[in-house]
């Protein structure tokens, strides 16, 4: 039985062409050469564009968020620190012109990413700097940049600059203050479950037309 069943089983790997396996091996390849920990620098175009890739940064957002949850030692800041809003309203985001969606998605995640690295300094300057804490900070840190080459790669910087004869520029982006670690990550894990997936997907399913 062993030896029928052989030919089929190497018959079937045969059957599958290189194009049949190249989306996985272009994924495989990306997560050795670009991991969630590193810039991502002239990364491929529509990387981002597979759920894979955004789904590995926002995972490690959350286990950031879990981590510093019941967190109380060492997790304040002595300053408030300002991040955007990550609200949604799904029927108002629909309504938005593209523009306007990429520039609430790349002015969120320059304030989000200023944000990080403000807690990233206050944590080290802390009297007495948690290690587990500082490796998620600087996870994020890392993270955010690859991000931010991800989207502009995907084109969301030149998305996000108005055009000369559009009409009304976007409203100022929105923003409030917190004064924890813990209240942090939630922003960091709520941008990325929110406002940048959406526009990520839209913007992938655009390039798809």
């Known amino acids: ?60 957002a959350r286990e950031a968020e879990n981590a510093t949850m019941g967190c109380v030692e060492g997790c304040s800041f002595n300053e408030n620190i300002t991040v955007p809003d990550t609200k949604v309203n799904f029927y108002a985001w629909k309504r938005m012109e ?46 955010l940049r690859s991000l931010t080459s991800l989207l502009r790669a995907l084109g969301a910087q030149k998305e996000a600059i108005p ?7 976007a409203a100022p982006l929105r923003t409030f203050t917190v004064d924890a670690l813990s209240k942090l990550f939630r922003i960091y894990s709520n941008f990325l479950r929110g406002k940048l997936t959406l526009y990520a997907g839209e913007a992938c399913r655009r390039g798809d037309r």
């Not at 320059?110 to 080290?124: K, P």
């Open 1 to 60: 039985m062993n030896a029928e069943a052989e030919p089929e089983r190497s018959q079937g790997l045969a059957g599958l062409s290189f194009l049949d396996c190249t989306p996985l091996l272009l994924l495989l390849l990306s997560f050795l050469l670009f991991p969630p920990g590193l810039p991502v620098l002239g990364a491929p175009p529509r990387l981002i564009c597979d759920s894979r890739v955004l789904e590995r940064y926002i995972l490690e």
């Open 98 to 143: 593209v523009q306007q969606q990429a520039l609430e998605v790349w002015q969120g995640l320059a304030q989000l990413s200023e944000a990080i690295l403000r807690g990233q300094v206050l944590l080290a300057n802390a009297s007495q700097p948690c290690e587990a804490l500082r490796l998620h900070v600087d996870k994020a840190v890392s993270g």
């Open 163 to 169: 055009l000369p004869d559009a009409t009304p520029s």
